[in-house]
């Protein structure tokens, strides 16, 4: 049972380009979950999706970012017109969904570098 | 609560000697709370998980310690090894519905073998 996979795992952006992020969650994980951490810091929450649903986009700034996990294939973050500020690590973790309180599975991160 | 920007706090200690991380959460009304370890270059990993109707629970070499009453965490690590070496950050599930995770700062704990 494969993990939480996300590609690529390095991407390197000028500024203005765009930068698409993919995670694919754990088999039979309906949840997926977009963190962004920057160097020394902890995971910032940016987005929960179910299939097909954005449930909660609280921590995803409202210009440029968007997410989607589509009823088949992988979850994809999109940011559009990448800044320096951009530069990150970006993880994606999924859940069962099952409970209602669950831990999260991670994958091993995109890092993300804007030129 | 949301990490805020600050370089991480350090945890040095020597091989075979008992580990101590400190973590304060900041929703009283959390009802889950979970240790993670990041090593360099992957994704957090699950360590050990409490429930707020519990104090203490332990696990291999592991123990979390809860205090609601002054909304305070700590992971307790035995025998450390070089292994062990990592970021260690506390989680928290606030009970407002839905399962968005909520990491603090976190702890880079160092092992001198």
């Known amino acids: 049972n494969a993990g939480v996979m996300q590609n690529p795992r390095h991407l390197v952006r000028r500024r203005g380009q765009e930068a698409r992020l993919r995670c694919s969650p754990m088999?039979?994980?309906?949840?997926v979950y977009w963190y962004r951490q920057l160097p020394e810091e902890g995971l910032k929450f940016m987005v929960y999706?179910?299939?097909?649903?954005?449930?909660?986009e609280s921590g995803m700034p409202k210009e440029r970012f968007s997410a989607e996990f589509p009823k088949e294939g992988p979850s994809i973050l999109r940011i559009q017109q990448v800044v320096r500020g951009d530069s990150a690590a970006y993880f994606c973790?999924?859940?069962?969904?099952?409970?209602?309180?669950?831990?999260?599975?991670f994958g091993s991160g995109t890092q993300l570098s804007v030129l | 609560g949301e990490s805020v920007g600050l370089h991480l706090p350090t945890l040095s200690v020597q091989e075979g000697d008992n580990s101590i991380i400190n973590c304060a959460y900041s929703?009283?009304?959390?009802?889950?709370f979970i240790w993670y370890k990041q090593e360099s270059g992957k994704g957090p990993q699950f360590i050990i998980d409490?429930?707020?109707?519990?104090d203490k629970r332990q696990g291999q070499r592991v123990t979390v310690l809860l205090n609601k009453t002054v909304k305070h965490l700590s992971l307790q690590i035995a025998a450390t090894q070089p292994g062990d070496s990592a970021v260690y950050f506390c989680?928290?599930?606030?009970?407002?519905?839905?399962?968005?995770?909520?990491f603090g700062a976190g702890t880079r704990l160092f092992v001198k073998a």
């Open positions: 973790a999924s859940s069962p969904g099952t409970g209602v309180l669950e831990k999260l599975f």
């Open positions: 989680a928290e599930i606030p009970n407002t519905g839905g399962f968005k995770t909520i």
């Open positions: 999706l179910q299939k097909e649903n954005i449930i909660d």
């Open positions: 088999k039979g994980h309906s949840h």
């Open positions: 929703n009283s009304a959390s009802d889950y």
């Open positions: 409490i429930r707020s109707n519990m």
